[in-house]
């Protein structure tokens, strides 16, 4: 049989041609071919964990640090970097007068996103959000963080859209066609051709848990979530496991998406506050000198950022849940924008920053290269494995560093200020469920939407949920935040189809979950 136009056969199997291509690992490729899934690749390290926050571009929090390939500076110390708006004028980087993301909503849609690849002003007239920055001023923690550990001033995003794809990307080194935070493509595509890390894990007895501040990351991927329910943990539960020296082989920790969020319009130094608490519960524990944390954040969020990404290797042969048009022309070959990334351990390089090309996936490679993992796709296959930023001889950093104290005002926030200091949620125990959780009455959703139909490539707007914070719109101008996100209204619409669906039969999970959706009115793929 014909392999196809654009593809080969290789070893019996039809790819594209690119990924014959000499040096191009394949899915299924362990770091050390000679030796077994799940032999130990790293015993320096028995402890990885990540922690991946909210959309902002590397410029937009880092972007006047004192290293790294941040802004081109005037001789008055301010960006001369800048975009044309529409009527012609040069919009330049500037300083955000407040802590809290106000005015329009910037947007990572899949068509501004690539509209940004060609230096296209996505906003309107008078829109210049987007070019906003926060400074050291703003972000005292972060900065501090960035000259003490290693820095990478070359992450880019795994996509160039939205939360949703990129947060699956991190998890399974692909977004199975997804483009968009969208629940239920979500819901009709629970799982990933090749399994996810978590599969990986499970299938060799490697610990892992999922720590939530209010939903998991892995509700992106609802039958695993379903077939796993019993590793998914509270935020509180981390505190305490860090504390008690009691962490698993690999943790992922999932900030707040209704609070403590970064994602535009909240308060960032809340974020900032939580993101601290976090990394000072890890430097604190006794699991600390065998721990190795990566820090970063899921997409750019719609903020400017001067490097244009670079083209990258598609994970598959999915593609992208477009229609051309009204959507651009696109595939899952290039990066999105670079993001904040920090490696944190005590064998990360001093003061180091690395400009080796890395994406999500990179931490899968890592994991990957630790327990000798197959690779799930040809994107985490052929990442780098972020050893460049380590020295596991020297262990500069044994001694856990006292790092600045996070921006947050001593009084709390100004935009939000019904959200408390995040120091004040305390360490608790897991304590087993007596029963399996049971489906009783629903929870409530979301009431449905008046606006227009959105391109498969759009965000959606925020919505309003009974029972939540009130709701802010796109062009939320006051001076309180008390919205809340479009991702948090679709992880919640997510965990409350999750909630209704008998855990103990994953397989049926897409079905029960699809058919839920259809009862609430709302479209299924």
Known sequence: MAAGAGMVMVNGLRVPAWAAAAGVRPPGSRPDPSRPEGAEGLPQVEHIIIYMQENHSYDSYLGMLDRGDGYTLDAAGKPTNSVLDPAGKAIKAFRSKEAAQLGHGVSQSWNATHRSFEGQWIGTVGDDNAMKYWDESYLPFYYDLARTFVLCDRWFTS???????????????????????????????????????WD????????????????????????VYAANGDKMRSI?????????????????????????????????????????????????????????????????????????????????????????????????DRYGFRVPGYVISPFAKADHVSSTVVDHTSILKFIETKFNLGAMTYRDANADDFLDTLDFDAAPHREPPTLARPGLPASGSVSEPDVANPLTIKPQAYVAPATPPTATTPPPTAPPSSAPPLGPGEAPPA???????????????GPTVVGVSAVAAGFIALAAHQRLLARADASDAAAQAAQHLRDAGDPVP
């Open 236 to 332: 509180q539960n981390f505190l305490h496991d860090a504390a008690a020296g009691t962490l698993p082989q690999v943790s992922i920790v999932s900030p707040g998406f209704e609070r403590y969020t970064e994602e535009n319009p909240h308060d960032v130094q809340l974020g900032e506050a939580f993101g601290a608490m976090v990394i000072n519960a890890v430097m604190d524990s006794p699991n600390w000198d065998k721990t190795v944390m990566f820090f970063t954040y899921d997409e750019h969020g719609g903020y400017y950022d001067h490097v244009s990404p670079p083209a990258a290797i598609a994970p598959d042969s999915i593609k992208p849940d477009v229609t051309v048009p009204p959507d651009l022309p696109g595939a899952f």
């Open 159 to 197: 996509a160039p859209c939205q939360t949703y794809p990129n947060r699956r990307y991190l998890q399974a080194a692909t977004s199975v066609g997804l483009v968009s935070t969208d629940t239920a493509a979500v819901v009709a595509r629970p799982d990933a051709p090749n399994g996810t890390i």
């Open 463 to 477: 919505v309003a949920v009974p029972g939540a914070l009130a709701l802010t719109g796109p062009s939320m101008v």
């Open 200 to 223: 990986r894990l499970n299938d060799h007895g490697i610990s892992w848990l999922d720590y939530g501040f209010d939903l998991h990351d892995v509700l992106l991927f609802p039958n």
